[in-house]
C-alpha cells in the first residue's frame, strides 16, 4: 500500500453495512443501509459519503454473497460429477434426522437434484491404486448430459480421490475446457469422509459464479490502484482471485471477522478468555475464545456440511429485526423471521407493520429516537408504540410487560446459542468475559450475562462495526489438509513428508499473495482419534508425535470428560496452516484517569424488568464519547454512540479503561 493510502474494513450485512476506515491509526466508523439486490451499490454509497473513494489502498470485505445463496437457495445452476454407482451420496448423506422425534420433518433438498448428478466410469481403492481406469467415453457422455442441461458450475467428487487426483484432473481439464466454472475436490478438500466432502465442493462450485460475478463487479468499480481481498470463514483474509476459485471459504466472512475483532480488543484489555456475541439485524452469532480461537472443520451452512477449516460460530435466527409472532397452537415466539432492511422494524418508518425486538426497545425507552445511527436516523416512537399495543392486547397485558417479553424469549433463544458453545462443550461461562458487539449486542448483553451468571462484560469502542474492524486486524491465511489414515507409532516419517509437501505449498500461496518471509508463520497440526472412533479432535503438532498424543487425551478427557492413555491413537489426517501476519493497527492508549467525572446529557424514563414486573426508572444518559479512561458510573444507565446502545441495569458498574473499552461487572456477589 503507497503512502497516502487508507485501509477500509466493510461488512455486508442483512441490515446494514458496516464501514471502519483507518486514518493516521484512528478508526472512522460509517453505516449505510444494505442493498441485497446488489450489495455493491451500499458500499460504494457509503464510499461517496466519507468521501475517500480514491484514497483507498487495501479495501478487505466480508461479503453475505455466498451465504445468503445458500440460505435462499439461489446459487449458480450446478451439476456434479462422481463415480459410478455413487450419484445419491449427497441424498444418503448420514441418514441423520434433523429432528429426531419430529414425524414430519423434511430433510433440505440437495443443492444438486439427481438429474444434474452424473458418473463416469472409474475406481481406485482407498490407497489411490487405480482398481477401474478412467472411461474417456464416460466423460464426454457425463458433460454432453450436464451441457443439455444448461449448467452454469460443475462439482467433481470421485472416490478417494484425495489419495490420487489424476482421475479428478482430467475430469477437471475436459470440463474447464466447455467454459464452465469447476470446483474439484482434490483441490477444494482433498480429505476422507465422501459426503462431507462431495457437499463441500457442490458447496464451492454453487456460490463460486455469485462470488465471481460479484467481486469483478465491485473490482470493476474500484480504483485500479485499490487491492481487495476478501474475509474467509477461518478468520484470515484471501485475495480477491483465490476468494472467486475457492468461493466456499466465503460462507461466514462476517460472522468470522467479528470473533477476530472481538479477541483483538479483549486482548487489549488484558483479556484472553472470552465468549463473543454478535446480534445483528437478523441473527445472533456466539463463540468461545479461550486464549486462541476455536476452530471447526464440521461446519454447517443452512444444513449443507463444509469440512472447510471455520471458527467455531453458532448461530440463531435473533437480532434486533426478529419478528414477534404466534405459532399454530398460539405460542408467543420471536425470530427467526426477521424484518430485514427493508422495510425493517416499524420504528424504522419504512412500512414495517409487525413488532420486532427494535420495536421492543423503543417502547422501553432504551433506545433513543434522535440518537440513533448519530443521528441520521429518527425512531418512529408512536408506531412502534402502535403496533406493540395490539400484541399486548392479544397477550392481555401492558404495553411494557408486552415489550419486557419479546426481548425476554429473544434473550432465552440468545442464551441457548451461548449455552452450547460453552457448557455442552466443557466450558464453564463463570470463568469468561462476554464480548457483546452488533448493533444490537450491547443492548442484550447485561442480561444475558446475568442469566449465564458470567462476571463481566466488555463493550468496544466500536461495537457496532466490530466485524469490519477484525478484517482490518486479520491475517493472510490459508489452510491445507491431506488425509493420511495411519497409527501414531508408525506416523512421524508419513506426517514429516506430508507437512514438507504442505509447508511448500502454502509458501508459494502465500509469496503469492505479496507476503514477505520473515512475515510467514506455519502451523502444524494433526486430527488424532482413539482406533475405532468415528471422529477426530485437532492437537497441534511440534515435530514430537509423543506430545501430540498426551495433548490429544487432555483434548479428550475436557469435551467428552473421558480419555484412554492406554488405548491406540490413529492419525486421520495432517493439517497445516500458513498465516501471513499484518502489521495491526495499536488502539490508542490513555491515561487512566481515577475517578474521572462523567457527566449524563439527559434523564429519560426507562423500563427495566423487575421481580414483580416491569420497574420504570429515571435512567442517566450518557454520551460514548465523553467517557474517558479511569471513568467510573454506576447503573441504570444508557449510553449512546453512532453504532448502537449499552444498556446498563439496576446493580451494574461501569468501567473505562485505557484503550476506552467499556468494562461493565455486576455489583451483587452471586454463586
Not at 464501514?19 to 446488489?38: F, I, N
Not at 448428478?117 to 464416460?138: A, C, I, K, Q, Y
Not at 441457548?416 to 458453545?421: G, K, L, N, P, S
Not at 457448557?423 to 452488533?438: K, N, Q, T
Request: hydrophobic content about 40%.
Amino acid at each position: 500500500m503507497g503512502p497516502g493510502y487508507l485501509l477500509l474494513g466493510v461488512d455486508t450485512g442483512g441490515t446494514f453495512t458496516d464501514m471502519v476506515l483507518l486514518r493516521e491509526g484512528r478508526p472512522v466508523v460509517h453505516k449505510v443501509l444494505s442493498t441485497p439486490d446488489d450489495p455493491s451499490r451500499a458500499i460504494l454509497a457509503g464510499l461517496a459519503q466519507l468521501g475517500v473513494e480514491q484514497q483507498i489502498g487495501v479495501f478487505v470485505h466480508g461479503s453475505t454473497v455466498a451465504t445468503n445463496a445458500v440460505l435462499e437457495h439461489k446459487g449458480a445452476k450446478t451439476g456434479l460429477i462422481t463415480t459410478q454407482g455413487f450419484r445419491d451420496v449427497l441424498e444418503i448423506g448420514r441418514q441423520t434426522r434433523p429432528k429426531l422425534y419430529d414425524l414430519r420433518v423434511q430433510k433440505v433438498p440437495p443443492l444438486v437434484p439427481r438429474s444434474l448428478r452424473v458418473e463416469v466410469l472409474e475406481r481406485l481403492n482407498e490407497r489411490g491404486e487405480v482398481l477401474t481406469p478412467l472411461d474417456e467415453d464416460s466423460i464426454h457422455l457425463a458433460l454432453e448430459t450436464l451441457r443439455s442441461a444448461d449448467i452454469e458450475a460443475v462439482a467433481i467428487s470421485l472416490l478417494f480421490s484425495f489419495a490420487n487426483p489424476d482421475h479428478e484432473q482430467r475430469v477437471a481439464h475436459a470440463a474447464r475446457a466447455m467454459g464452465l466454472y469447476v470446483s474439484t475436490s482434490c483441490e477444494v478438500l482433498p480429505e476422507f469422509r465422501e459426503y462431507e466432502r462431495t457437499s463441500t465442493v457442490v458447496l464451492n462450485s454453487y456460490v463460486g459464479p455469485l462470488i465471481d460475478r460479484y467481486l469483478e463487479r465491485l473490482e470493476q468499480r474500484l480504483p485500479t490502484h485499490t487491492m481487495l481481498r476478501i474475509m474467509q470463514s477461518n478468520g484470515g483474509s484471501i485475495s480477491g482471485a483465490m476468494a472467486r476459485r475457492e468461493a466456499a471459504r466465503t460462507l461466514l466472512s462476517g460472522p468470522a471477522a467479528g470473533v477476530v475483532g472481538a479477541a483483538y480488543v479483549a486482548q487489549a484489555s488484558g483479556i484472553d478468555k472470552v465468549i463473543t456475541i454478535d446480534i445483528g439485524g437478523t441473527s445472533t452469532d456466539v463463540a468461545l475464545v479461550d486464549g486462541a480461537i476455536t476452530e471447526t472443520t464440521d461446519g454447517n451452512v443452512g444444513g449443507y456440511p463444509s469440512k472447510l477449516p471455520m471458527i467455531d460460530i453458532h448461530t440463531v435466527g435473533a437480532g434486533g429485526g426478529s419478528i414477534a409472532w404466534f405459532d399454530l397452537g398460539g405460542a408467543f415466539r420471536v425470530g427467526p423471521r426477521s424484518a430485514g432492511a427493508n422495510p425493517g422494524p416499524v420504528a424504522y418508518g419504512q412500512g414495517g407493520e409487525e413488532v420486532t425486538v427494535t420495536d421492543a426497545h423503543v417502547v422501553l425507552g432504551r433506545l433513543i429516537p434522535d440518537a440513533f445511527l448519530g443521528g441520521d436516523m429518527r425512531l418512529d416512537v408512536e408506531g412502534a408504540k402502535g403496533t406493540m399495543s395490539k400484541l399486548a392486547q392479544r397477550l392481555n397485558t401492558s404495553l411494557e410487560e408486552a415489550a419486557l417479553g419479546v426481548i425476554r424469549i429473544a434473550n432465552v433463544n440468545m442464551e441457548a446459542a451461548i449455552r452450547v458453545i460453552s457448557v455442552e462443550r466443557g466450558s464453564d461461562p463463570r470463568h469468561f468475559a462476554l464480548v457483546a458487539f452488533g448493533g444490537a449486542g450491547p443492548l442484550h448483553a447485561c442480561e444475558l450475562a446475568a442469566a449465564l451468571r458470567i462476571p463481566r462484560v466488555l463493550i468496544p469502542t466500536t461495537p457496532g462495526v466490530l466485524s469490519a474492524l477484525g478484517m482490518l486486524v486479520a491475517d493472510t491465511l490459508k489452510d491445507y489438509v491431506r488425509t493420511v489414515m495411519i497409527a501414531a507409532e508408525e506416523a512421524s516419517e508419513v506426517i514429516a513428508s506430508v507437512l514438507a509437501d504442505l509447508e511448500q505449498q502454502g509458501r508459494h500461496d502465500l509469496d503469492s499473495e505479496g507476503i514477505p518471509p520473515e512475515k510467514m508463520i506455519i502451523e502444524r497440526l494433526l486430527d488424532l482419534r482413539y482406533v475405532g472412533q468415528s471422529y477426530e479432535l485437532i492437537v497441534p503438532f511440534e515435530d514430537d508425535i509423543v506430545k501430540a498424543i498426551d495433548g490429544f487425551h487432555a483434548l479428550h478427557e475436557q469435551r467428552f470428560g473421558y480419555s484412554d492413555p492406554h488405548e491406540h491413537v490413529q492419525v486421520v489426517s495432517v493439517r497445516l496452516k500458513a498465516r501471513g501476519l499484518v502489521d495491526r493497527p495499536e488502539l490508542e492508549r490513555q491515561e487512566v484517569t481515577p475517578d474521572a467525572d462523567i457527566i449524563p446529557i439527559a434523564t429519560r424514563r426507562v423500563i427495566f424488568a423487575g421481580a414483580n414486573g416491569p420497574v420504570a426508572r429515571d435512567t442517566p444518559l450518557y454520551d460514548r464519547a465523553s467517557l474517558h479512561p479511569g471513568g467510573l458510573l454506576m447503573g441504570p444507565a444508557i449510553i449512546t454512540q453512532y453504532d448502537t446502545t449499552t444498556v446498563v441495569p439496576p446493580e451494574w458498574r461501569v468501567q473505562v479503561d485505557a484503550v476506552s473499552n467499556l468494562v461493565i461487572e455486576f455489583l451483587v456477589e452471586r454463586d
